[in-house]
């Protein structure tokens, strides 16, 4: 094994990655792990729907437009989230490793790693996390993998964390890595402004997902962080089309600019209609808009013509435990309508809060079955009792939607999933 201390080596990759092409990062990774005493690296980053880890390209796979299309180019490997070694460890967050037999004795761990040397080598799978934002798993072969080179391998996959997320809002080349077919124009409007999937400190989690990803139309949602205050938002537009993306995209810069100014949820709300009236007229859009003070717990929120939140308390929804009168949509042009009341509750350590577009909820199978609030809540309710992560809850809760429509939503869905847990503080 190499001699380098730890923190050398990962000074050296720090040092390397301010000017480092994305497309130079597996080998990067490659070089750094066998300094750390592996012999083979690579990195896997999930497809923007959460359906497969895929292995970054090589730099050469890299510079070719169209690799995988039929000209001569290799597809990149693909390995399962839900039926695979890989898999588990993303989705649990948790390292995983080969049986002691070796690379050759798991269907998921061959293939792209690098110096597998034959029966002997073992292969483990650490999960990339950016903060607490899964980003895909790093793919880690050696003769031993013991505890003390296990933390060297997490060590080099929170620094590829950092260098994913820092290269990725410019980077073509991941971007087309993580997409499995071409986005609408609606969609890629909407995805330019989100923020990150998952965000969260000691005290609380935020974690939310939306469908269609490539062809959603008004759905979107914000969240952030801060000091002490947790901002959450979910708008969804009326209509499906290019201008219900444009209204979204601006009742979201409306939200943002005010709150960042100092105002408050009555201003938010106040300022989007008035965007909306100016630029939009005749597009409606309803919103839930909240503030969780992390520090009490204290819950302040809006509603705009939106399903209420729902709490989810003792692995279960409390049925009607926010619910208030429905201040009427933003955007009706013409009406005098005061500003929407600001709703107030107080949370308990532990408890999570559920935001959901009607597209959740009124999804209907070929039969016209509602997907409904008790489906709803038994899966997410069964996901985090189960102790999976807030991000793991969502996506399955996503999965079984799609199932219940057969893979085609006549809506956008979306979900946001906000956790209280002063106690890990």
């Given at each position: 094994m190499d001699s380098d201390p730890l923190g050398s080596v990962l000074?050296?990759?720090?040092?390397?990655?301010?000017?480092?092409?994305?497309?130079?990062?597996?080998?990067?990774?490659?070089?750094?792990?066998?300094?750390?005493?592996?012999?083979?690296?690579?990195?896997?980053?999930?497809?923007?729907?959460?359906?497969?880890?895929?292995?970054?390209?090589?730099?050469?796979?890299?510079?070719?437009?169209?690799?995988?299309?039929?000209?001569?180019?290799?597809?990149?490997?693909?390995?399962?989230?839900?039926?695979?070694?890989?898999?588990?460890?993303y989705r649990t967050e948790t390292a995983q490793l080969s049986r002691p037999e070796g690379a050759g004795g798991d269907s998921d761990s061959g293939g792209g790693g690098g110096g597998n040397g034959g029966g002997s080598e073992r292969t483990g799978w650490i999960p990339i996390v950016d903060g607490i934002g899964r980003i895909g798993v790093l793919r880690v072969t050696a003769p031993e993998l013991d505890p003390p080179l296990?933390?060297?391998?997490?060590?080099?996959?929170?620094?590829?964390?950092?260098?994913?997320?820092?290269?990725?809002?410019?980077?073509?080349?991941?971007?087309?890595?993580?997409?499995?077919?071409?986005?609408?124009?609606?969609?890629?409007?909407?995805?330019?402004?989100?923020?990150?999937?998952?965000?969260?400190?000691?005290?609380?989690?935020?974690?939310?997902?939306?469908?269609?990803?490539?062809?959603?139309?008004?759905?979107?949602?914000?969240?952030?962080?801060?000091?002490?205050?947790?901002?959450?938002?979910?708008?969804?537009?009326?209509?499906?089309?290019?201008?219900?993306?444009?209204?979204?995209?601006?009742?979201?810069?409306?939200?943002r600019s005010t709150r960042r100014a100092g105002g408050g949820l009555d201003d938010i709300a106040v300022q989007i209609?008035?965007?909306?009236?100016?630029?939009l007229p005749e597009r409606l859009l309803t919103c839930v808009i909240a503030v969780l003070d992390t520090s009490t717990g204290r819950l302040d929120w809006i509603n705009c013509g939106h399903p209420p939140p729902l709490l989810i308390r003792d692995r279960r929804i409390v049925s009607g435990a926010l619910d208030r009168p429905s201040h009427p949509p933003l955007g009706l042009t013409g009406y005098a309508i005061p500003p929407p009341p600001v709703h107030t509750a107080h949370l308990q350590p532990g408890d999570r809060l559920l935001l959901i577009t009607d597209g959740v909820t009124d999804a209907r199978s070929a039969t016209g079955e509602l997907f409904g609030e008790e489906r709803l809540a038994d899966i997410v309710v069964r996901a985090l009792s189960d102790g999976l992560p807030a991000p793991e809850a969502l996506r399955r809760l996503i999965q079984q939607i799609l199932v219940h429509q057969d893979q085609r939503l006549s809506d956008d869905a979306t979900v946001l999933l906000a956790e209280w847990h002063p106690e890990r503080g």
């Amino acid at each position: 094994m190499d001699s380098d201390p730890l923190g050398s080596v990962l000074a050296d990759v720090l040092a390397s990655s301010h000017r480092l092409a994305p497309r130079a990062i597996p080998r990067l990774v490659q070089d750094t792990g066998r300094r750390l005493g592996l012999t083979g690296a690579r990195v896997y980053v999930a497809d923007l729907q959460q359906h497969t880890l895929v292995a970054l390209p090589s730099p050469e796979q890299a510079g070719r437009r169209g690799a995988g299309d039929g000209d001569g180019t290799v597809e990149p490997e693909r390995l399962l989230v839900d039926n695979s070694l890989a898999g588990r460890a993303y989705r649990t967050e948790t390292a995983q490793l080969s049986r002691p037999e070796g690379a050759g004795g798991d269907s998921d761990s061959g293939g792209g790693g690098g110096g597998n040397g034959g029966g002997s080598e073992r292969t483990g799978w650490i999960p990339i996390v950016d903060g607490i934002g899964r980003i895909g798993v790093l793919r880690v072969t050696a003769p031993e993998l013991d505890p003390p080179l296990l933390h060297r391998c997490e060590a080099l996959a929170g620094l590829v964390a950092m260098i994913l997320a820092t290269k990725q809002p410019y980077s073509d080349v991941l971007t087309r890595t993580m997409r499995t077919q071409p986005m609408s124009l609606q969609a890629e409007l909407l995805w330019g402004f989100l923020p990150p999937r998952t965000i969260g400190t000691a005290a609380v989690t935020s974690s939310a997902l939306l469908e269609p990803a490539y062809e959603v139309g008004g759905d979107t949602y914000d969240h952030c962080l801060a000091g002490d205050l947790l901002h959450l938002t979910l708008l969804d537009a009326m209509g499906h089309d290019l201008a219900s993306g444009g209204c979204s995209a601006t009742a979201l810069a409306a939200c943002r600019s005010t709150r960042r100014a100092g105002g408050g949820l009555d201003d938010i709300a106040v300022q989007i209609d008035r965007t909306l009236e100016r630029w939009l007229p005749e597009r409606l859009l309803t919103c839930v808009i909240a503030v969780l003070d992390t520090s009490t717990g204290r819950l302040d929120w809006i509603n705009c013509g939106h399903p209420p939140p729902l709490l989810i308390r003792d692995r279960r929804i409390v049925s009607g435990a926010l619910d208030r009168p429905s201040h009427p949509p933003l955007g009706l042009t013409g009406y005098a309508i005061p500003p929407p009341p600001v709703h107030t509750a107080h949370l308990q350590p532990g408890d999570r809060l559920l935001l959901i577009t009607d597209g959740v909820t009124d999804a209907r199978s070929a039969t016209g079955e509602l997907f409904g609030e008790e489906r709803l809540a038994d899966i997410v309710v069964r996901a985090l009792s189960d102790g999976l992560p807030a991000p793991e809850a969502l996506r399955r809760l996503i999965q079984q939607i799609l199932v219940h429509q057969d893979q085609r939503l006549s809506d956008d869905a979306t979900v946001l999933l906000a956790e209280w847990h002063p106690e890990r503080g």
